[in-house]
């Protein structure tokens, strides 16, 4: 007599979400200013100004770009504000800062444009396993984001969870 084997996990009502499916799609890229400072030490505005002229900025189309500098300089804050208004008209996303930090802001635009009335009361597992690397920023933002909503939160996979939140009765 054979059993029938039952699939305990999607009986058990948990909603599983996968963070890695938010990653907001696109190429991301890092406008290093380094190259454009006088021996690496500081950024003169006329060449600044020229190297704006002649750039290429339609190689941004439709990218998330992050700008900042990989040496340790002091650059004026106009110097990035003239960076960003050249981007605009081309980049989808522009940051301050490093692919890191590019990241984090587009996964936390993805978290911010979730819509969560689905997950009102609900038993929810943030899975913990992605072939993409997502930030821990972004698990704390859809804790933070969930926590008052959702009847009980887990991590990791539903066959195996790590409990973090169960709303009192």
Known sequence: MEEEIVNRVKQSGLIQLDLEEMRIPGERIFLDMKPQLFMELVLKEKDFRHFLAEHDWA?????????????????????????????????????????????????????????????????????????ESVPTDAYVQIAHKLQPLVKS????????????????S
């Open 153 to 168: 939160l887990f991590f990791g996979e539903p066959c195996s969870t790590v409990p973090l939140f169960k709303k009192k």
């Open 59 to 131: 190689s941004y189309q439709g990218k998330h770009v992050a700008v900042g500098c990989s040496n340790d300089a002091i650059i004026p804050t106009w110097a990035f504000m003239l960076l960003s208004i050249h981007l605009s008209p081309y980049a989808k996303t522009i940051v301050f800062g490093t692919l890191e930090d590019l990241e984090k802001i587009l996964f936390k635009q993805s978290i911010d444009e979730l819509v969560t009335q689905d997950l009102e009361g609900a038993r929810v597992v943030i899975k913990g396993c992605s072939k």
